[in-house]
């Protein structure tokens, strides 16, 4: 088996590695990037926390106000009250 050295090695392809890494190799260093696992690549935000979170509130909030729409002074077509 080959031994590789680097100057850096990052844990974790997250906010804070996927930003390093490049910047790093910018500055000419020979920089590896391991990440755990290939359903977390580019981290928390994206695959569980932001963005999840961001789509899962626009989605109630779409849903709460289809709800209240019978008690406003205007009507939606009946299939669209959930
Ligand atoms: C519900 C929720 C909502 C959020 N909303 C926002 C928002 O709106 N705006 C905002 O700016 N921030 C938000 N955040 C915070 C944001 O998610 C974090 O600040 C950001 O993800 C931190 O980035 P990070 O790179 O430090 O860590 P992470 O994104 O957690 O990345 C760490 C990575 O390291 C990997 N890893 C861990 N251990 C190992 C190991 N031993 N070997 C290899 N890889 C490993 C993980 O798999 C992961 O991919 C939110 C967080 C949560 C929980």
């Given at each position: 088996m080959d031994t590789e050295y680097?100057?850096?090695i990052?844990?974790?392809g997250g906010?804070?590695?996927?930003?390093l890494a490049p910047a790093l190799v910018a500055a000419?260093?020979?920089?590896?990037?391991?990440?755990?696992?290939?359903?977390?690549?580019?981290?928390?935000?994206i695959n569980i926390a932001c963005i999840s979170t961001k789509t899962m509130v626009a989605s109630a909030e779409v849903?709460?106000?289809?709800?209240i729409v019978p008690f406003m002074a205007?009507?939606?077509p009946?299939?669209?009250l959930i």
């Open positions: 680097y100057d850096d990052i844990i974790g906010k804070a590695g996927k930003t000419g260093r020979k920089t590896a990037l391991v990440e755990r696992s290939l359903t977390m690549i580019g981290g928390g935000c849903a709460h106000t289809v709800r205007f009507k939606l009946h299939l669209l």
